[in-house]
């Protein structure tokens, strides 16, 4: 395995993009350059495990060349340093990952554009010997599905089967068994969306229902200790293939695709749920709109990975930002 050093000067990691203001006020926050992704990297899986950020799979565009990729990185915030690990059983875009105990899961995945082939590949890599073992495949293949951690079991939900169609499912594996079980389906179906854990629950938000413009400002609930799901205050920005994670209280979630029709442009919004108040906020913007960005909390902020400043493909990016409150 090799260490890839950024090479950024000490005044680019301290530029602020925009400026603090009181916790609570419309665009709080700031955003700083935190460093840069090793190659342009867009529809990547990303988790955190014992304050390292995980960054699995996606599109690769290297020598003009746009390939569903097989490369698993390690990104340490405290150093701004990569580690390339042993890449992932096959190469996907739009995988789901997340961490428990020690190990990262990544399920589903597309491998060929636009949103075809999906997999039904469920794999685990085990970060303290640096290799991955296949596990029971998903119950059906599946592109951009949402893969989240809770109560020891690992829940897939959501995404996009072999006919291009979402899907309401939610399976659930146990690691402990390896056989997969069925869970009360999501309310609406839909892919790209956002999913995250808080205190034993799982929270989805956004997503697509079929194209690129049917976005949802959707924010579901589920409760595994009773199987149900709970209809919450929507986004106010009706969003897809943004990045999303939990800091400081609030579920975050910046860009995505595609906003203003036409004109190709990824969304630069970026609002903040709170799951105790039930209500969003207005956060600080983004130096840049993104979509199929990679997002994570780390260090004390949030962080985002790559994706691109365009729809689809168009302009991919290698910048790492960070968000911070006061």
Request: charged share 20%; with cysteine; proline share 6%.
């Amino acid at each position: 395995m090799r260490t890839i050093r950024l090479a950024f000067a000490a005044a680019l990691l301290c530029t602020t993009f925009v400026a603090s203001t009181a916790f609570g006020q419309v665009g709080q926050g700031t955003w700083t350059t935190a460093g840069q992704t090793t190659v342009h990297r867009t529809e990547v899986g990303t988790a955190e495990s014992g304050g390292k950020i995980y960054v699995m799979g996606g599109e690769v565009k290297e020598a003009q060349e746009v390939q569903d990729s097989p490369l698993a990185q390690e990104f340490d915030p405290a150093t701004a340093r990569w580690r390339d690990l042993a890449p992932m059983p096959k190469g996907a875009s739009h995988v789901g990952v997340a961490a428990l105990n020690g190990k990262i899961y990544v399920a589903g995945g597309f491998t060929a554009n636009v949103h075809k082939n999906p997999l039904d590949q469920f794999a685990e890599y085990d970060i303290a010997s640096n290799s991955w073992r296949r596990l029971a495949p998903l119950p059906s293949p599946l592109g951009s599905p949402g893969l989240a951690a809770v109560g020891g079991k690992l829940h897939v939900i959501g995404g996009r089967g072999p006919d291009a169609m979402t899907v309401r499912t939610h399976s659930v594996y146990d690691p402990a068994t390896g056989k997969w079980t069925s869970a009360a389906p999501l309310p609406v179906a839909r892919d790209h969306l956002g999913i995250i854990v808080v205190d034993g629950k799982i929270y989805v938000i956004g997503g697509r229902t079929n194209a690129t413009v049917d976005n949802v400002g959707l924010t579901d609930l589920y409760d595994p200790s009773t199987d149900k799901w709970q209809s919450l205050a929507p986004m106010p920005t009706k969003r897809s293939s943004g990045a999303i994670g939990y800091y400081r209280g609030l579920i975050v979630y910046h860009g995505g695709e595609c906003k203003d029709g036409q004109k190709r442009t990824t969304f630069d919004e970026f609002e903040g749920f709170d799951p105790k108040a039930n209500s969003w906020k207005t956060l600080a913007k983004a130096p840049s709109g993104l979509h199929a960005q990679g997002g994570a909390v780390a260090n004390g902020s949030f962080y985002m990975f790559g994706g691109s400043e365009g729809c689809g493909s168009d302009n991919p990016s290698k910048a790492i930002y960070a968000f911070k409150l006061p």
